[in-house]
Every structure is written in structure tokens, then in C-alpha cells.
């Protein structure tokens, strides 16, 4: 059975306070048809911004802002990148060794952009913008972090690390879509039976089978298993049963979620791309995120391991830990 979530109150009090010149050029844009006659939403789409998933305080309570705000609240990219060399995952020191140095962090500029105003968060219902966790949603959710059918200890060998480490999936976000420090391009690919979701970071695909039911597998698949249909001028997703290492790594990839994602084109070069996450396990109700996708560069090639010499040096450190130990006895 096909879900189809329907605009909440919040989206309709948004779209009647949209500026009018903003409305009629929606109204009178024409997306584009492939050519067995379905919306046309297929190429390179970069969807980078600043707009965190949740609304942060200093924003006090507002879904949107002018541009003079926007500048006034936001850390600078510059700041920010400097910020995460100093302090974050990329600092230098005795117990870090980096990674990534500013040059290579691309978190986009600005707040993202919808209807002529910036957003301060992704999740537009609930209308707080906060994530609306059952009591021991949160609770819940970290156990099933903890359930990773690893066996091992983090560094005994490969299979131990991260799905990362070991290129097998994206250290972003991909299932949904939200911007990450870097490689925030996907590309999209229709047929008359099937669309292709392909993530540049670590070349994530999702195929998507076009009026099909969701499949009783033996298996649950990386990046779970996808159903699509097109109601109108949008291509909409439902994707469920992710692969059980992929729920403990991903922040918001749970055991029984819903996912349901809308695509539509509004502009040549935009589309609005929203995401509804169902999960009563976890949240109190569905709850709804939207942001911006604007027409990218062609994809680079994520070569993740070719000349990686990171996993070779993790486990010979943790095998030289081992053995200094041992003498240590």
C-alpha cells in the first residue's frame, strides 16, 4: 500500500506568505517530460547548504529569515572551516592525525534557499524544527547501534571498522539526502521502470523500481530496498529494510523506518527535494524535512581506496598497541 503524505498545516501557511512574483513563477513553470511521458528530474544535482536538520536556538523559533539575519546569525564558511580544522575531527596532534584540511571542505555558503526566504532547518513538521523523539526514542535507537552483528573488536581487521573505512558505504547521508563537509552531488537516472539514485560520495546507487511492489528478500540490502511512483509532477520514493550494519551506522536510518522522498522539478536548474521519516517506534509522529537541490558539475570519481594507505596503518597501530602491551606483561 502506497503512503502519500499530504501538506500539513505549516506548508500551507508557507505557501500562502510566499512573495507573489515567487508564486507565479512556480505556477507558471513547466517542468519538463522525458520521453515516455513521466516528470523529468533525471541529471547532476548538488544539494550543499549551511541549513542544519534541526533549527538551532539562535534562529528563536523561526522556520525562515531575510538575507540581512541569515548573515548576522551564521558562522562564515571561512569561520566554520577554520572552526573544524582547530578543533574537530581534522585538528592536528599527538592523539590525531587528520584527514581533511580546509581545502577540501565544502559546506556551502548560505542557508538554503526555498521560495525566496532562508531556512533554518531542514525539518519543516514538526513546525519547532526539532526531531519529535517518543520519551525513549533516543534510548531505543542507540541500542539498535549497538546491535552491529560484528563479532569483533574495532581494529582485530577490516571488518572490524566502519563501513567508511572499509569504502562499503558513505560517511554522509545518503538515504536521505542532507549535505555533508564534502561531495554533496547525486545524480539521477530515469527509465520507464526504473531510477537510479546515485550519490557521489563512495558512488552509492539506489535503485528505485518504478510501480512495483516492495520484495520479500532473504536479505536486507545497503541502502535498503526502494519502490517509486509519480503523482503529478513529482517522483516519489518509499524505501524500507535497510541492512542492519547500515542502521547502526546511519543517524537517522532506523530498524522500521518509512522513508518516503519527493522529488520535483520547480526551475530548469533546481528541484525540491523533501524527505518524511516514519518510524512510531522512535518518533511520536512522521516528521518532514525539505531542502534545495540546484544542477551540479558532473560527478568526480571517489577513488576511496586507491592510494589509501589509512587502513593498512590503522591496524598495523593497533597490532603495534597489541605487542608493546604484551611486553609491557
Known amino acids: 500500500m502506497r503512503t502519500v503524505y499530504r501538506s500539513t498545516a505549516l506548508s500551507s ?53 531575510d538575507e540581512a539575519t541569515m548573515l548576522d ?11 573544524l580544522e582547530a578543533t574537530g575531527a581534522e585538528a592536528p596532534g599527538p592523539e590525531n592525525v587528520g584527514g ?32 519529535p ?8 535507537r542507540q541500542s539498535q547501534r549497538e546491535e552491529l ?16 573505512d572499509r569504502c562499503l558505504i558513505s560517511f554522509a547521508s545518503t538515504a536521505p539526502f542532507m549535505s555533508s563537509l564534502y561531495n554533496n552531488h547525486m545524480q539521477i537516472v530515469q527509465s520507464p521502470t526504473h531510477v537510479v539514485l546515485l550519490a ?6 539506489r535503485i528505485v523500481a518504478i510501480d512495483q511492489e516492495f520484495r520479500d528478500l ?16 513529482t517522483l516519489i520514493v518509499q524505501t524500507k529494510n535497510f541492512n542492519p550494519w547500515q542502521v547502526a551506522k546511519e543517524r537517522l536510518v532506523s530498524s522500521n523506518i518509512l522513508l518516503t522522498e519527493r522529488f520535483s522539478r520547480v526551475a530548469d536548474d533546481k528541484l525540491h527535494y523533501s524527505f518524511t521519516i516514519d518510524d512510531p517506534e522512535l518518533y511520536t509522529q512522521p516528521w518532514t524535512a525539505e531542502m534545495p537541490m540546484y544542477t551540479g558539475e558532473d560527478l568526480f570519481e571517489y577513488a576511496c581506496h586507491e592510494g589509501n594507505y589509512a587502513m593498512r596503518a590503522i591496524l598495523a597501530g ?4 597489541e605487542s608493546d602491551a604484551a611486553k609491557a606483561q
Open 149 to 164: 552483528p560484528m563479532g569483533m573488536a574495532q581494529s582485530d581487521g577490516p571488518e572490524g571498522r566502519t563501513l567508511s
Open 13 to 65: 501557511l508557507i505557501i500562502a506568505a510566499l512573495a507573489v512574483p515567487a508564486v507565479f513563477a512556480a505556477e507558471n513553470y513547466a517542468p519538463p517530460k522525458t520521453a515516455f511521458g513521466v516528470p523529468d528530474v533525471q541529471g547532476v544535482w548538488n544539494y550543499k547548504t549551511r541549513t542544519g536538520l534541526e533549527r538551532a536556538d539562535v534562529y528563536e523559533g523561526e522556520l525562515e529569515v
Open 218 to 233: 532473504p536479505y536486507e540490502k545497503w541502502l535498503g530496498d526502494s519502490i517509486g511512483y509519480y503523482e503529478g509532477d
Open 100 to 131: 581533511y584540511n580546509g581545502f577540501w571542505i565544502t559546506p556551502g555558503d548560505a542557508l538554503a534557499q526555498m521560495n525566496g526566504k532562508y531556512r533554518t532547518s531542514l525539518i519543516v513538521d514538526p513546525p519547532d524544527g526539532k526531531i
Open 200 to 205: 557521489e560520495m563512495v558512488h552509492n546507487a
Open 133 to 140: 523523539w517518543r520519551e525513549d526514542g533516543q534510548a531505543v
Open 318 to 321: 593497533a597490532r603495534r598497541q
Open 73 to 83: 546569525k551564521m558562522v562564515s564558511t571561512p569561520d566554520f572551516i577554520a572552526f
